[in-house]
């Protein structure tokens, strides 16, 4: 099966996101620290999302050295955080800005890699907690801020493993069916009724701790650094992509 990716040789205008809000999740490290970093270079004003605090700084002073809209940072471990704690999250964001234009969820974890008839129930409901659950969450109470915008960006991490079980994948790789799963049925509900376009994002191989982490036997820079897979990140994001839902599209 073939899986669309953003139009060949993509080119996004430097202004392509100015005036925009955009909410990234696992905004720290990896790819989601990328996207983060390209969205603020083409003028979004990024709500930097994430689990360890440090990390989100740095990307935060980085936004700011390079002259980039000044970032929102938002210090939550979706591991733990509750309905409520996201319902303050959203009514926080409602009072600092007028709406939201783009979500990516990006922030994920692995879990074990193991047979099912030997996996923890423990582990199995982190990852359902981080990669969808809490996908959930954000989703649920940040859509009246999204449906706001003029128009608005929702884009779901997915994975290979997301579209073809494999073994030893266990709870990630059904995290993944699940959330392109509900990528189709909010983009279907919301395809006629609003602004707000919805699809899925494979990045394929990159070099990120947790590409790693799961491939210990790679070379890491056999892989692109998230840097150079910012393309589709892009595309789905900005206003080039607008009338594109309930896709589930390739980075490359
Ligand atoms: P990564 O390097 O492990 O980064 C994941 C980010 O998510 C980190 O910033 C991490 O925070 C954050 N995060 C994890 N658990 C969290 C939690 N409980 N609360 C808040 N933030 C949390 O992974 P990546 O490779 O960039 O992956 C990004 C996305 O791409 C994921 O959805 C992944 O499934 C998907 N993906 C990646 C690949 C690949 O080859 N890299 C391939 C297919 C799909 P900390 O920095 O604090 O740990």
Redesign the pocket.
Known sequence: MTFPTAPENYSPTPDLLRGKTILV?????????AAALAYAAHGATVIL????ES?LERVYDDIEASGGPKPALVA????TATEDNIIHLASGLAQEFPHLDGLLH?????GERRPIESASYASWLDVMQ??VN?QFLLTRYMLPLLQRAPTASIVF????VGRTGKAYWGA?AVS?FATEGFMQVLASELENTSRVRVNSL??????????RT?YPGEQPTD?PA?EEIMASYLYLMGDDSCGVTGRAFNSR
């Open positions: 999740t696992g905004a720290g490290d990896g790819i989601g620290r999302l994430g689990r360890t990390k939550l471990d979706l591991a990006n922030a994920s974890i692995l981080v990669n809490a991490t997915s994975s290979g990630y993944k494979n990045p394929g191989a990159t070099n990120t701790a947790m590409r799961a892989n998230p």
